[in-house]
Structures are given as C-alpha cells and as structure tokens.
C-alpha cells in the first residue's frame, strides 16, 4: 500500500533563516507530487507541482522553491523565511486523475 | 480560472441536529471533478467523496450525503444528525479531469462545531 510522509512534523524557525522540508512517497512510481499551503484561518492554495524528477512548476510566486531529486521525493524549501512564510504545508500525490492523498503536514512557525 | 466558494466560514450546531455545508464552484472546463475533504484538529485532511461531472447523482454514506447541482454550480454536503466527532473544518475542492497537472482548487473551508 502506498504512504506519504512528512518531516518534520512541526518547526519554529527565525525570519531570515533558512527551510527545508521533506516529503516522500511510499509503494507507488512516478507519482504527480505537490506542495499546498494552509494560512492561518484560510482554505489551502497550491504552490508547486511535479509531474516528474526536477520537473517542478510553480503556482505562484513567493519566497519558497521545490525541487524533486528522486522520483519520490519532494522537497520545499528557502534561503530566508518571512513572517508570511508560516502556515502549515501538505504534501499530496497522485497517479490518476482525480485522487489526492495528503501527508501529515508540517506546522511552520517564523518568528 | 478555477475557483470555489463557501460561504460559511462557521456554523455551529447542538448534537443530532441536520447540517448543511454549502459549496459552489466556477469552472470553463466541461470535465472535471468535485472533492470534500475533512480536517480534524490534527490537521491532515481526510478525503469524505469525490465526485466527476458527468454523474450528478446524489450520494448517501451513513449519515453523510452529497446533493451535486450542475445547473447551479453547487456541490452541497449534508450531515444528518449530527455528533460531536462531526467537528471540523471542511473543505470543499475542485479539479480539472484529464492530462495536466490537475492540482486542487480549495474553497476556504467551513469550521464546523457540534455541541454536545
């Protein structure tokens, strides 16, 4: 059976300091991978997706960036976080049209 | 461009009372599909129904059923009789079907409290 997976599971980290934010994908092959972000007392917005290693497309723009090195991996990240930065991320895939299964998330905290 | 709108940002009920959760989407495609998704306290979304816009049947799972209107674009989910373990926040979600992407359009969720 497939699993996603999310690390770490919450962080509190200083504005200007840097981020990075793992997510990998268990029992399945060349999923579609994305990155959401949750604000605080707002619906989720997509930020990036990968339909294949180093394969990334961005959503909209902002200070964070993706990259894919593995086939199921997929990792967020920035050089500075901003105040704006924090939110709570979700990692989701899918292979066929129509499904999206979510990781765990991640609770960013700047400060 | 996508987009989904719920316009209840709150309601809150006593136990065993019936609810509704309004969704209403706006899309160009003619081929799509429609999402309900549940976040506990936790946070990880739990996935409630899919359903692609060629079916416009209503469905029913125990106490939770889905009323998919095309004609008015709305996508509405009913819980009957309600329980505390209903509290959450709910997410309505929009996808184009097909090749591409398909990444999900969110409505901005409905917080759902159910008193005892």
């Known amino acids: 059976s497939q699993t996603i997976h999310q690390w770490p599971a919450t962080l509190v980290q200083p504005v200007g300091s840097p981020l990075s934010l793992e997510c990998t994908v268990e029992?399945?092959?060349?999923?579609?991978l994305y990155w959401y972000r949750q604000a605080a007392g707002r619906g989720l917005q997509l930020l990036f997706y990968?339909?294949?290693?180093?394969?990334i497309s961005s959503e909209v723009p902002q200070n964070l960036s993706a990259s894919r090195p593995q086939d199921r991996q997929f990792i967020l990240s920035s050089k500075k976080l901003l105040l704006s930065d924090s939110g709570f991320y979700l990692c989701?895939?899918?292979?066929?049209?129509?499904?999206?299964?979510f990781g765990p998330g991640t609770r960013l905290t700047v400060l | 461009a996508q987009k989904v709108t719920q316009a209840q940002t709150e309601i809150s009920v006593v136990e065993k009372e019936d609810v509704t959760l309004d969704c209403v989407y706006e899309?160009?495609?003619?081929?799509?599909?429609l999402f309900w998704y549940k976040q506990p306290p936790s946070g990880e979304l739990v996935f409630l129904i899919r359903?692609?816009?060629?079916?416009?049947q209503n469905e029913i799972s125990g106490r939770y059923s889905w009323n998919f209107q095309k004609s008015t674009s709305s996508f509405n989910f009913t819980i009957t009789a309600s329980q505390v373990v209903d509290s959450a926040v709910y997410f309505c979600?929009?996808?184009?079907?097909?090749?591409?992407?398909?990444?999900?359009?969110f409505g901005k969720g409905t917080h759902l409290i159910i008193q005892p």
């Open positions: 989701a895939w899918r292979l066929v049209p129509g499904e999206q299964f």
């Open positions: 359903r692609n816009s060629f079916d416009e």
């Open positions: 029992g399945t092959s060349n999923p579609n």
């Open positions: 990968s339909i294949g290693i180093d394969q």
């Open positions: 899309t160009r495609d003619t081929t799509y599909y």
């Open positions: 979600a929009l996808s184009e079907m097909g090749g591409g992407a398909d990444g999900l359009t």
